[in-house]
């Protein structure tokens, strides 16, 4: 399925205050007024021959609207469509506003390389904001590094790379698996754990990484198992859990699958708000589909939740709900999926081009000021300085903040030790 759309909408004053301007080195960097035009010709901004005219820029949307993945993927297209409203409406990037072509992944990897080469290599896109899985990560990658492209990824991963032309706007296992499993061991006495993921890289080497903390810390693995992606029937392995009694339910199971094991382990009568769970998958996207009273009580480690208490997440909370519904939901993958435009158009204007090599080299330390999750700045490595939080699920859906970090966490893809 392919979408071409140019966005753009009025923002209202109280929008317009919100936003403000991405920070650049500490100095305010403002948007061009939207009637002010192209501040340099064409022919300047755009050396390589992308999708760029006197009046528009398009970029590439792409992620799984169809399959067992969009469940979790449908938030980050509506948030990356939002993002590029509110940029139009602030006269857009350089002067020109951004239209868009959607690809469908369709959650298949072989798909999301095909639609990535036709996004790059036809339609030129100047960006593109996209990708959930590590394996459709994974399956882009060759495309975006022969044809010189530039992919913002928005979640949360394994970490173990480093791509001169990805961003990756969601957090590495430094920041989220070895951060968790710190909290869950000093506010829990966590002594043993069962490691449960889906079957591709992601749960895997998150996995490997978790286990290697957990060994590390003189701590035990107790089980460890993988099932494939929509896969519908945990009541073998919840037998087994309900048998080596762990005190951490490690579980990092995603898309569709989510709802299935969850309404299980309800079913088998295992209680969050007794046995303690863990997770770095579920996001308020999944629980939407899971249903609140089937995980309350669990605990995830994200960077992110709807819930937080801050000026600049209001703000958002109440533009997505406006835009999508009000009983739409807003996980961690969606706002970093947010943020990728955003950090995009900051660097466009810091490099005043389009090219890719000049927004790679303006990139580094920008810092959004504006983020929903508070503040995020660009680390030379291509990964985000963020906090780390932990919530646990509410029955209504929402999750509870009871914790996060006090500073930013430095982004480290390559832990020594980890790898």
């Excluded at 006269?91 to 390389?113: H, N």
């Excluded at 090599?357 to 504006?370: H, Q």
Aim: a positive charge.
């Amino acid at each position: 399925m392919t979408i071409r759309y140019s966005a753009g909408s009025r923002l209202t004053k109280a929008w317009k205050r919100f936003l403000g301007a991405a920070v650049i080195g500490g100095a305010a960097f403002t948007p061009i007024p939207a009637l002010a035009g192209p501040a340099l010709p064409t022919s300047q901004v755009n050396t390589t021959g992308l999708a760029v005219t006197d009046d528009t820029v398009t970029v590439g949307i792409m992620h799984s609207v169809t399959g067992t993945m969009a469940i979790s993927e449908t938030g980050s297209v509506q948030a990356e469509k939002l993002a590029i409203d509110q940029i139009n409406a602030m006269g857009g990037v350089l002067g020109r506003k951004i239209k868009f072509i959607q690809e469908d992944g369709a959650s298949d990897w072989p798909t999301f390389a095909e639609k990535s080469k036709k996004l790059l290599e036809k339609d030129k896109v100047a960006a593109v904001f996209g990708c959930w899985t590590s394996a459709s990560r994974k399956a882009v990658l060759p495309v975006f590094e022969k044809d010189n492209g530039l992919l913002y990824y928005p979640t949360f991963y394994e970490g173990l790379e480093e791509s001169p032309n990805v961003y990756y706007t969601g957090q590495e296992a430094t920041q989220q698996i070895l951060a968790g499993i710190d909290w869950v061991v000093k506010e829990k006495g966590a002594k043993t754990f069962y490691l449960l993921g889906s079957d591709y890289i992601w749960p895997r080497t998150s996995n490997k990484i978790a286990r290697k903390h957990i060994e590390k810390n003189g701590l035990k693995v107790v089980g460890e198992e993988y099932f494939p992606l929509g896969h519908t029937q945990f009541n073998s392995v919840i037998n087994k859990i309900k048998l080596k009694k762990p005190d951490v339910i490690y579980a990092i199971i995603v898309g569709g699958s989510n709802v299935a094991f969850y309404k299980q382990l309800k079913a088998a009568g295992i209680d969050l708000n007794k046995q303690t769970l863990l997770t770095i998958s579920v996001t308020e996207d999944e629980i939407r589909g899971i249903g609140g009273e089937n995980i309350v009580g669990a605990y995830a480690a994200m960077k992110y939740f709807q819930s937080l208490d801050n000026p600049n997440n209001k703000a958002f909370v109440k533009a997505f709900k406006d835009k999508w519904g009000q009983d739409i939901v807003i996980g961690d993958v969606t706002q970093a999926a947010y943020l990728g435009a955003w950090l995009w158009k900051a660097a466009v204007e810091k490099a005043q081009s389009f090219d890719v090599d000049k927004v790679r080299a303006a990139s580094t330390g920008i810092e959004l000021t504006t983020a929903p999750e508070g503040y995020v700045r660009i680390h030379k490595n291509h990964h985000l300085w963020s906090k780390t939080r932990i919530g646990r699920a509410r029955a209504d859906g929402q999750y509870d903040v009871i914790y996060e970090t006090k500073d930013l966490m430095e982004p480290d893809p390559f832990p020594k030790g980890y790898q």
